[in-house]
């Protein structure tokens, strides 16, 4: 078992994260006799999952549905409407990416034509 401060510090997560997860239903602890945050073993990979998930762009609230299907090797097991949900992501992904490159494009060509006209 382990304290809110030591779960911090093996996961470079702040302690206040931690608190957020676990109110979002997260990531769970027991309490001890004195109010602490306990966590069990298991918590330090949960962390580590939520963190990738975000990463992947994921809401807490998909990742509270994808979280009981994470496999301890960072892979998911198949569970009903979680592989939909990560394709949504993936395609939300894939948009905001066709939407930056256009960006970009528009961006480079208005330089571009800047800097002949100097």
Do not use: F
Request: charged share 25%.
């Amino acid at each position: 078992m382990m304290l809110i401060g030591q779960l911090a510090r093996r996961t470079g997560t702040s302690e206040r994260l931690l608190r957020y997860y676990e109110r979002v239903g997260l990531l769970a602890s027991s309490r001890q006799a004195n109010g602490y945050r306990d966590y069990d073993a298991a918590a330090e990979q949960t962390v580590r999952q939520i963190r990738a998930l975000l990463t992947a762009g994921l809401s807490t609230t998909v990742i509270r549905q994808v979280l009981p299907c994470a496999l301890a090797d960072g892979s998911l097991r198949p569970c009903p409407g979680v592989l939909d949900k990560l394709r949504a992501q993936l395609a939300h992904l894939d948009q905001r990416a066709a939407d930056l490159a256009q960006a970009r494009q528009t961006l480079q060509r208005a330089i571009a034509a800047t800097e002949r006209a100097e």
